[in-house]
């Protein structure tokens, strides 16, 4: 009994170190997303680090829901699997215990971390989530486009949108050449000022005041001429009420089955149940057989019983891969390493898929409400099952007709290889055993290129596996999202597959480097603990030396990267965007285009354009309006509007209805106008010059311009937007990141060598812990220098070079002084 005990503790310990790794493992790369948002954010609205470290700890609850599972089941796969490989699994056996011995401590790690999740879940989750919608109301309530605004960049706020030439230093608030437009239905007003003061209202939250000096207000009907009126201003002051989400934000949110703590939950299941029998109640009564009420009660019934059965099914989870993980780790898993992330990613893959597609069934009601969210941990059974059924089959030693047919097939290639080969038998005794020992091994240099070949192998191979476990990961979430759309919408599953295709290659400059970071600290480390680095230092190879085909693989891999982006990765991003929208059943073609449409200003800023709508099918303008500004910037010399345009050649335009004014020259009052029926032309900017985007679907979002748009493209769109005079920091940071983020697997190697060598023979498992380490204050050091140069706090190229740079002279620093 006694022994029982302590080999019960043993266990326990044993999962300790695990468990610790692969919930910060897998932490991390769910958050890694999460981060760089919320450095972007602090750094663009000047939030307190305090602010920013609450944001990140509230993001964390919900990815534990997930992690916890994923981690039990790596846990006790590496733990497990290294007590076999250390033959103390042999051990246990010898001394007359079977598999119940290891079975007892796993259950009771099982139930622990099913205890813990099942808290997460159904308590943390739901107030870190109230909390976190707290906290992000208060940071929209403290900031606004007061703090927001930027130089020479459209600024939209509900029905408004701003654009200042100028902020002076001095002042945040005193803004330079100030065009004010405001969209009403069937009406627009538009204010050039030379200078003004925006602040936010302090008696009304949101609202924002513009104080405007030296101001021309043009206020018209949009399509009536005849109503154009024109005002000038010494002071004006305006108002920009706050948008509708910034009014939903003062207000209490109706809580959702999802966002419920569980006691709510329960009161909400047996509300909705009393709901469905009211609903029954007064259909039979009308002599209906479905109405209206029932639906909604029959769906709210839905939603709380599966939502109740997934806060359960979930953290069981944990208990049944601890249980799965004891005969997969002592049969399978003898490395207790790299065949531990992958038997885990693919358990782990089987098991969300199943339970995202029968729960999508069960919330659509065409398989059982209360099973769907169990069939995850029920596929699982029969998997348990074989499992032990394995283990405790005693060994034989036949190895079956497959293994037969294997073997015969490589004697057979063998054999042909001995008959085919033109070498001699091997020397007689008789001859110098020196000459046939060179013959062997061969020259210096071929001894080294065979080492080279051999360490070079070992990292790819690791490196395989690593970026096969962290896109396993991000594919995950993706494909759980993108199931539950499709269901909704009822469109093929298809769709699905295409994207994730699409979708793997978008992330491929954040997997290859973390893959080549653990594919080169595994690599070295497992050569540390097995012996071969010191047989390699015996013959006269330096670490250093040792190190240098790892380094050469990623190099190649960073140019290689560098190819991707400019060729297969912004394809495939915009591909991937498209079906995105198709899978959420929104038209690609419109997302980025505000509903009160598109200001923009054309070549050199002389002219400033509005449009409605642009129709790529029939490649014409709606409501195209055109206003030609003076060179300051502060009034207009004209104003054209056109019902319909179209660009025909360089010749000109051909417009459909409208009107036109001429101004006088300080703008002030209109000195000619007509109006037109028909159709005519004009001579104006072709439509490259001041929408690019017509005919294409790109996201507008500035951190996604590098993996969007080729080298070329971006280079281009900072040649066409300097020249209309407007602000280009976050392409140019764009520009640079495509070398920069390119280099990034070397100097993740580079990195990684240094500690990887100073590991010893502690094992990978030592050496994922440091990859890990490395990974987080790399990421985390990038994401703030990225910030910083995108809110124009650094220079682009510094913003984006700073990491690689120092990173890489301190790997460099580290590892000349490596003792080798």
Known sequence: MFGDRRLFRYVLRELAGPSLLAVLAYSFLLLMNELLLIAQQALAKNLPFAMALKLLVLALPPILTLSIPMSVLLAVLIAVGRMSSDHEWTAIQAAGRGPGTMVKPLAAYGFFAAALAFGVFNYLVPTTQQRARAVKAQITLSTNLAADLRPRQWEVTGNHHIIVDEIQATDQRRLQRIVLASHEPHRLSIVFAGSG?????????????????????????????????ISSWDFLRETIPPPPYFKQLLEPQAKIAATMPLDELWTEYRAAREGVA?????????????????????????RSVVELNRRAALPLACLFFAILGAPLGLTQVRSGKGAGFSISMLIIVVYYVTFTFFEGLSIRQKFPIWLGSWMGNLILVPWIAWAYWKLRRPPRHEIGWIGRFYGFGIRLLRHVRSRLSTKTAPPLESEAPEKALADLAGTTNRFIRRTDRYVGARFLR????????????FMLFEVKDA???????????????????????????????????????????????TGELTALKANGI??????????????????MLFMLGNTVIPTATRNARELHDQIKGKPPATRGFP???????????????????????????????????????????????????RYRDASGWELEGGWFIEFAADGKWATHQESYEGTYSVVLDSPDTFAPNTGRSLTRNKTEYSHVLTLAEISERITDLTERGYDVTSLRVAWHGKFAESVRPFVMVLLGLPFAFRAGRKGSLYGIGI??????????????????????????????WAPNVLFGLFGAYLLLYVPT
């Open 595 to 645: 509903r009160t449409g598109n200001w923009t200003f054309g070549p050199k800023g002389e002219r400033l354009y509005h449009y409605d709508y642009y129709d790529a099918q029939k490649d014409e303008f709606h409501a195209l309006r055109v206003l030609t500004l003076d060179p300051t910037r502060r009034f207009i010399l004209d104003h054209r509007f056109a019902e319909r345009a």
């Open 197 to 229: 003061d925006i602040f936010p209202a302090p008696d009304r939250p949101g609202t924002l005041v513009i104080d405007l000096y030296n101001a021309i207000r043009h206020d018209f009907e949009l399509r009536h001429v005849e109503t154009y009126r």
């Open 771 to 800: 990859a890990l380490v490395l990974a987080i204050v790399y990421t985390a050091v990038f994401s703030g220098f990225n910030a910083l140069g995108l809110e124009s706090a650094l220079e682009p190229v510094l913003a984006v």
């Open 462 to 473: 690791t490196l395989s596996l690593a970026v096969l476990a962290a896109a396993t990961l």
């Open 278 to 302: 009211v609903a029954d109640r007064k259909a039979a009564t009308l002599g209906r057989e479905r109405i209206s009420d029932q639906i909604l009660a029959n769906a709210r019934h839905v």
């Open 483 to 529: 199931l539950e759309e499709v269901f909704k919408r009822q469109q093929p599953i298809s769709l699905v597959f295409r994207y994730l295709g699409f979708i793997l290659l978008e992330r491929i400059p954040e997997i290859l480097p973390l893959g080549c970071l653990a594919g080169a600290v595994v690599t070295i480390t497992a050569l540390t603990r």
């Open 542 to 559: 330096s670490l250093r030396r040792i190190g240098l085909p790892i380094l050469a693989l990623a190099a190649g891999l960073s140019v």
